[in-house]
T-cell receptor, first 116, second 113 residues
């Protein structure tokens, strides 16, 4: 069965420092991969997604992610973190459900804390 | 403005009562989804619908029911059979397939007293 692992529950960084959030997936075929961000008490917003092609994907708010098939990873990066980036981040893999539809399966999330 | 609305934002119910959460979208999306979010568990799929008058169970459908009578509406009923209903509920929609970007509503926090 498909699954997503985000090994870090919390990550703390200083404002201006670089960031990398880890995501590992388990899926038999070529995966569809997503990163979403959630501010407290709000819904989720898509940061970026990978379906095929260039393995380095650019997203909104200065985020990027790199798909590495050999490591089954899709880590999210940002070169310089802003205080407004503090939020919960979710990695997801598109999985086939009954009826043949792809539905994202979400990881447990990583909470990003930004120190001034 | 196009988007997804969920109401109410906070909902309280007594044990043994059914309650219905509203989800409306004006994005003209075919697919709609309901997720449950608990602390430290990420999002888990309850139900999804790819088209009007059709819906499929997700991973944790027991104790929940849905309907999709209109394209723009996908209400979720939390029944008294749901053993632990206190959670944050998120509705989402996408244009068509699951590979399309999902757009999420602001969520409803349900608390059972």
């Amino acid at each position: 069965a498909q699954s997503v692992t985000q090994p870090d529950i919390h990550i703390t960084v200083s404002e201006g420092a670089s960031l990398e959030l880890r995501c590992n997936y388990s899926y038999g075929a070529t995966p569809y991969l997503f990163w979403y961000v959630q501010s407290p008490g709000q819904g989720l917003q898509l940061l970026l997604k990978y379906f095929s092609g260039d393995t380095l994907v650019q997203g909104i708010k200065g985020f990027e992610a790199e798909f590495k098939r050999s490591q089954s990873s899709f880590n999210l990066r940002k070169p310089s973190v802003h205080w407004s980036d503090a939020a919960e981040y979710f990695c997801a893999v598109g999985s086939i459900f009954s009826g043949g539809s792809y539905i994202p399966t979400f990881g447990r999330g990583t909470s990003l804390i930004v120190h001034p | 403005d196009g988007g997804i609305t969920q109401s109410p934002k906070y909902l309280f119910r007594k044990e043994g009562q059914n309650v219905t959460l509203s989800c409306e979208q004006n994005l003209n999306h075919d697919a709609m989804y309901w997720y449950r979010q608990d602390p430290g568990q990420g999002l888990r799929l309850i139900y999804y619908s790819q088209i009007v008058n059709d819906f499929q169970k997700g991973d944790i459908a027991e104790g929940y029911s849905v309907s999709r009578e209109k394209k723009e509406s996908f209400p979720l009923t939390v029944t008294s059979a749901q053993k632990n209903p206190t959670a944050f509920y998120l509705c989402a929609s996408s244009l068509n397939r699951g590979t399309d970007t999902q757009y999420f509503g602001p969520g409803t926090r349900l608390t059972v007293l």
